[in-house]
C-alpha cells in the first residue's frame, strides 16, 4: 500500500495519508475503507498492508480516525466534493450513522458532525426543500451558497469538476469513480474525454435521481437496483438545460422507463400514472405480461422525499403521448 486508492489482501482500502503520529514506531495514521463492510477506521501505516477489518474481519480496534483540518475554513474544494456527496445520497440520510457521510469527513480530516452538517446546509439551498420549510442556512455558509449558484448557472461543468475532484482525492481515475465501464472507450484523447464526459454527467444524473426515489420504480414499486433506470422525462438530447435536473427525472425499471420513452406512458400532472390504450389493452388474448405492464394504469406515482417530477415537464411529456396516439388514429 502506496497511495490512495490502493487495496491491501484483506480489501481495506487506503483512503488517506496523515501526517499524524500512530501507536508504533515510525507510524503514521491512515485511514482505510473496509471493501466489504465499508467500515472507516484509522491504522498504523506500518501494518496497513496486512490490517483486516476491526468490524467484520475480527482485525483489531481501529485507531481514532485524525480530523486535522477541523476548525479551518472549509475550501471552495471541499465544498464541491461535499456537493458531490450531496447529490447522490437521499435527504433523509444525512445524519452521522451514514457511512457515505462518515468517508466524507474522513477524506477531508473533518470531524462527522462538521460534514454533516455541510451537506444539511447544501438542503437548505435546495428549491424543492425550501417549499417543505427547511430552515434557511445559518450565517457563514458562504462557500455552500456560491458552489450552489455555480451549478445552477452551469450543472454539467460543475457535476464533473466534482468527480474528477473526489477522483483525484481517493486516487482513482474518473472512469473508476463515476462507475464507467471503460472496454468501449476508444484510447486516451479528445474524442476519450468527450464520452467520458457526458457519461460522467449521465451516472451524476442517474445516482441523484435513483438516490431521490431510494431505489424504488416509482410505478412499481420494484427495487431490485440493476433493473432501474433514472428516466429523463424531457429526453437529453431535447432539453439541454434540465439534462441534470433531477426533477426532470423519474426512477423506474427498464419495461415502463422503455415505455415512458416510446410514448406508451405518461404522467399526468397530479402525478396519475397513464398506460397508453396502444399498450392498455383488454382483449382477452393478451398475454399476462401486457396485463401486468398496463396495470398500473390509474394508479398514482410513488414519489420521492426530494426531487419530485416537475409537472411542467410531464405535462410537455404527455402532451407528446397524446399527439402520438391521435396521429396513429
Ligand atoms: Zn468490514
Known sequence: ????????????????????????????????KCGQCLNVYGSNSTDAWE???????????????????????????????????????????????????????????????????KLANFSRLDPFLQQRNIKGLPHGAKGEESVWHEFVKNPEALAFESELLLAERQGKSIEEVAQIETDDLPPPGIEREAIVRVRVNHKFFSRRVLSAYGFRCCVTGLSVRPLLVASHII?????????????NGLCLNALHD?????????????????????LNTTEKASSPAEVWLSSFDGERLILPDNFQPDPELLKKHEKKCLDTIAASG
Open 258 to 278: 422503455r415505455a415512458f420513452d416510446s410514448h406508451l406512458m405518461w404522467i399526468e400532472k397530479d402525478f396519475t400514472v397513464r398506460i397508453s390504450p396502444k
Open 235 to 247: 429526453p437529453w438530447a431535447i432539453d439541454h438545460t434540465n439534462r441534470l435536473n433531477p426533477r
Open 1 to 32: 500500500m502506496k497511495a490512495p486508492g490502493d487495496i491491501n489482501r484483506n480489501n481495506q482500502k487506503l483512503l488517506r495519508q496523515t501526517a499524524e503520529k500512530g501507536t508504533d514506531h515510525n507510524a503514521r495514521k491512515w485511514v482505510l
Open 51 to 117: 490490517r483486516k477489518c476491526p468490524k467484520c474481519q475480527q482485525g483489531e480496534a481501529g485507531l481514532a480516525i485524525p480530523t486535522e483540518h477541523d476548525g479551518q475554513a472549509w475550501t471552495r474544494e471541499e465544498h464541491v466534493i461535499a456537493f458531490e456527496v450531496y447529490s447522490r445520497i437521499s435527504f433523509g440520510t444525512i445524519h452521522m450513522r451514514n457511512p457515505e457521510v462518515i468517508e466524507l469527513a474522513a477524506l477531508l480530516g473533518r470531524k462527522v458532525g462538521s460534514a454533516s452538517r
